[in-house]
């Protein structure tokens, strides 16, 4: 009976092991989850977008995580046009930088921003910054939905 118990003792311990490393891996993976959700939501230069790329990519590129790469993206260029020239000096530490932008432009970004955007890539860019100004552009006329992009 006490070799029987033992070993039914030592089951139980070995399936709480197991029970409390899965809910602890859970747990540990939600607050990371919660983490880049908070990181994400408090971005407000592109610095900050660069370093939130480093610090959770390529793990969280997709669905709620994608979109608000894209929301603060399309927020940057539309409404801080100011500060593309910040991008591109970021961009120049970082060449993925660029790519991982344009990868976030288009499909839901507004119609009024795409026109905006286009606008801006097109009539208000710097000189020196055309080559990316013009990237930025052919990429959202090709992604962007196609009501919202003038012929």
Do not use: M
């Amino acid at each position: 009976n006490v070799r029987l118990y033992k070993k039914e003792s030592n089951a139980v311990k070995l399936f709480l092991c197991f029970i409390i490393f899965f809910a602890s891996s859970a747990f540990s993976q939600t607050a990371v989850e919660i983490t880049a959700a908070s990181d994400l939501d408090s971005l407000e230069t592109w610095k900050d977008l660069e370093n939130w790329r480093l610090k959770y990519a390529p793990k969280f590129y997709d669905g709620f995580y994608a979109e608000g790469v894209a929301d603060f993206v399309e927020r940057q260029l539309a409404e801080n046009w100011q500060n593309f020239p910040l991008l591109i000096s970021e961009t120049s530490k970082s060449p993925e930088l660029f790519n991982f932008v344009t990868s976030h432009l288009g499909e839901i970004t507004t119609c009024s921003n795409t026109k905006i955007i286009l606008n801006n890539t097109k009539n208000n860019c710097p000189l020196k910054l055309a080559v990316y100004c013009n990237k930025i552009y052919k990429n959202l006329k090709l992604n962007a939905s196609s009501g919202c992009v003038p012929i």
